[in-house]
């Protein structure tokens, strides 16, 4: 499985990014796909997930009402859209499969067996 994440950049607070994730070398089914996030000395941490069968979305709170997850089949890809940006929400954005996830695992990123390179993300204040 290859994951392959895009879209990252320079934004102002405020404004708006489409970070994709396109994966090749499954088909997926009962998966979850996921978008982690690293901050500069910080810890990774959960920011969305899907499930691939269901369309289920899973948000962590810091971002609830302002990101919004997708995936589009045909194209084998996941998208988050980022509205309202902060500061805070720069970061490396990782993007990962959780194959067969169970729901209580879709938050951990140690449940996920394959990860993209990451794309940064940077909001300026």
């Known amino acids: 499985v290859q994951l392959q994440a895009s879209g990252g950049g320079l934004v102002q607070a405020g404004g708006s990014l489409r970070l994709s994730c396109a994966a090749s070398g499954r088909t997926f089914s009962n998966d979850a796909l996921g978008w982690f996030r690293q901050a500069p000395g910080k810890e990774r941490e959960f920011v969305a997930a899907i499930r691939w069968s269901t369309d289920s979305k899973y948000y962590a709170d810091s971002v609830k009402g302002r990101f919004t997850i997708s995936r589009d089949k045909l194209k084998n890809t996941v998208y988050l859209q980022m509205n309202s940006l902060k500061p805070e929400d720069t970061a490396v954005y990782y993007c990962?499969?959780?194959?067969?996830?169970?729901?209580?695992?879709?938050?951990?990123?140690?449940?996920?067996?394959?990860w993209g390179q990451g794309t940064l993300v940077t909001v300026s204040s």
């Open positions: 990962a499969v959780n194959f067969r996830a169970i729901t209580a695992t879709v938050g951990l990123g140690t449940k996920y067996d394959y």
